[in-house]
């Protein structure tokens, strides 16, 4: 009797305390740390909805990066050695995401980052993939808009050289740019945490600039066009997906006001009904629209747990061959296929701050820019 209770115990206890880690990699303090607060809050919206796999227990294990790429590598090496996690969400810059995908690829443990779109991130790596679109493809979107929509003839680009995102946007844009609409390029410099913008911004109204462009990260975006609205430019802003936070708005104020920046996602354009059902869930737990990171931070973890089931497997190996496989996964920030490199194909949104809010103008898809 007592070796047959025993064994019961220890059947309970299997099933009770066996569990499945996900890690969780994301900025959660430092220089866009509002980022990984609307991502988390993405990610554990869907893990109210979903929390088990294969019959047990998802627990996620959060790791912060402080915005640091170094940080970011320790991070990853933590959450595959000590926490024995079996995938990883995360980063959301690109400079960070590379930096911990050196770690993820080498361990081979799948990688999913959220807002990554630098082409490095998954190149040449068969462990690292994303729920994004990638710069390439944005950076095309932003100059068919800025030379067909916009009619621009002359933009200055403030450029941040320490983020690889930035670097990669530019080029990517400008490629586009000068090819197509023979348009004159002003590449100005900065770095990340840079409150101080006055000598770039003399340069782009000296080059008469009907579009000023931002490559980097909300925080630098809004201060910047504070100054050049300060300093009586007129012309046209846009952006790319760096500038999609709330924290834009809030610290920009009237000086972000018409600004233009693509995006992953817009509460406005959701269609489909998990789409729908997402945006009510997510105002009821938070009593607020999601943001673009809340959405991919969502369809990272949905997706992962997709290629879990899929993989019917515990083991890393098996759920990255399931997550390089994805077809036509419906997340909340539209359908997602993994191509064979890792990269999600997608749509690029425009977005244009209107009235204080994010408003949506347009879809670009990559049909639209062969």
């Known amino acids: 009797m007592k070796r047959f209770l025993l064994i019961l115990f220890l059947i309970f206890s299997i099933f009770v305390f066996s569990e499945i880690k996900i890690g969780v990699l994301l900025p959660l303090t430092g220089g866009i740390s509002a980022f990984g607060d609307w991502t988390k809050k993405g990610i554990e919206l869907a893990y109210s909805q979903k929390s088990t796999v294969l019959g047990e227990k998802i627990t996620l294990v959060y790791a912060d990066t402080r915005s640091e790429k170094t940080e970011a590598a320790n991070a990853m090496a933590r959450l595959i050695d000590k926490e024995k996690v079996v995938a990883v969400i995360g980063e959301i810059a690109s400079s960070n995401s590379i930096a911990a995908a050196e770690i993820a690829e080498a361990r081979k443990v799948p990688q999913v980052a959220v807002t990554s779109t630098n082409p490095l991130v998954t190149q040449g790596k068969k462990f690292v993939s994303r729920v994004c679109f990638i710069d390439p493809l944005q950076g095309t979107a932003l100059a068919e808009f800025a030379g067909k929509t916009l009619k621009a003839k002359?933009?200055?680009?403030?450029?941040?050289?320490?983020?690889?995102?930035?670097?990669?946007?530019?080029?990517?844009?400008?490629?586009?740019?000068?090819?197509?609409?023979?348009?004159?390029?002003?590449?100005?410099?900065?770095?990340?945490?840079?409150?101080?913008?006055?000598?770039?911004?003399?340069?782009?109204?000296?080059?008469?600039?009907?579009?000023?462009?931002?490559?980097g990260y909300y925080n630098e975006i809004a201060l910047a066009a504070q100054q050049a609205r300060a300093m009586g430019y007129k012309g046209y802003f846009i952006a790319g997906d760096g500038a999609d936070a709330p924290e834009l708005i809030k610290i920009g104020g009237q000086?972000?006001?018409?600004?233009?920046?693509?995006?992953?996602?817009?509460?406005?354009?959701?269609?489909?009904?998990?789409?729908?059902?997402?945006?009510?869930?997510?105002?009821?737990?938070?009593?607020?629209?999601?943001?673009?990171?809340?959405?991919?931070?969502?369809?990272?973890?949905?997706?992962?747990?997709?290629?879990?089931?899929?993989?019917?497997?515990?083991?890393?190996?098996?759920?990255?061959?399931?997550?390089?496989?994805?077809?036509?996964?419906?997340?909340?920030?539209?359908?997602?296929?993994?191509?064979?490199?890792?990269?999600?194909?997608?749509?690029?949104?425009?977005?244009?701050?209107?009235?204080g809010k994010f408003t949506y103008v347009t879809t670009i898809g990559p049909e639209d820019l062969k």
Do not use: C, W
């Open 154 to 215: 002359k933009v200055a680009i403030l450029v941040d050289i320490e983020q690889d995102y930035s670097v990669g946007l530019t080029n990517y844009f400008k490629e586009r740019f000068e090819k197509k609409y023979k348009g004159q390029i002003l590449e100005v410099r900065y770095k990340s945490g840079d409150q101080e913008f006055s000598a770039q911004l003399a340069q782009a109204l000296a080059f008469n600039s009907d579009v000023i462009m931002f490559t």
């Open 255 to 355: 000086a972000v006001e018409g600004l233009y920046f693509t995006t992953h996602y817009v509460p406005e354009a959701a269609k489909t009904k998990i789409a729908k059902d997402f945006v009510e869930a997510f105002k009821k737990k938070y009593n607020t629209l999601p943001a673009m990171n809340a959405a991919l931070g969502y369809d990272a973890y949905m997706l992962i747990v997709n290629a879990i089931e899929r993989a019917k497997s515990k083991d890393p190996v098996k759920i990255n061959e399931a997550i390089r496989s994805t077809k036509g996964f419906q997340g909340v920030s539209g359908n997602i296929d993994i191509d064979e490199n890792g990269n999600a194909v997608k749509d690029v949104i425009i977005v244009q701050v209107k009235g």
